[in-house]
């Protein structure tokens, strides 16, 4: 009987284990194609000259910032609750990238 609970156990912990490990590398692929997308839209405002010098720095370091973040977080993989920090995040600068690029603002 021992014996019988010791192996469930053991299946059950396995079962996590891997679901997380599933988990986090599927949202790691999205979130590297996202921030990749993010990044060439703050390229191709700087190149139009949607973007000022200045805006292009603070979108510039808040994608740097959430990187980084990602990158710190994914080593033991994503956890729900840090998926939705990075989504929260992403979706802040993604809004943060269509209104700049649309204000009156442009590089001369």
Known sequence: MKKFVMLL?????????A??????GHSGKEVRERLDNMQTRIDRGIASGELTRHESERLQGELNRIRHEFEEMKWDG???????????????????ILRKKHN???AY
């Open 9 to 17: 156990v053991v299946a059950a912990v396995m079962v996590m284990v």
């Open 19 to 24: 679901g997380s490990v599933v988990y986090a």
């Open 78 to 96: 994503l956890s729900p609750r840090e998926r939705r920090k990075l989504e929260k995040d992403m979706d802040r600068l993604d809004k943060d």
């Open 104 to 106: 009156e603002r442009k």
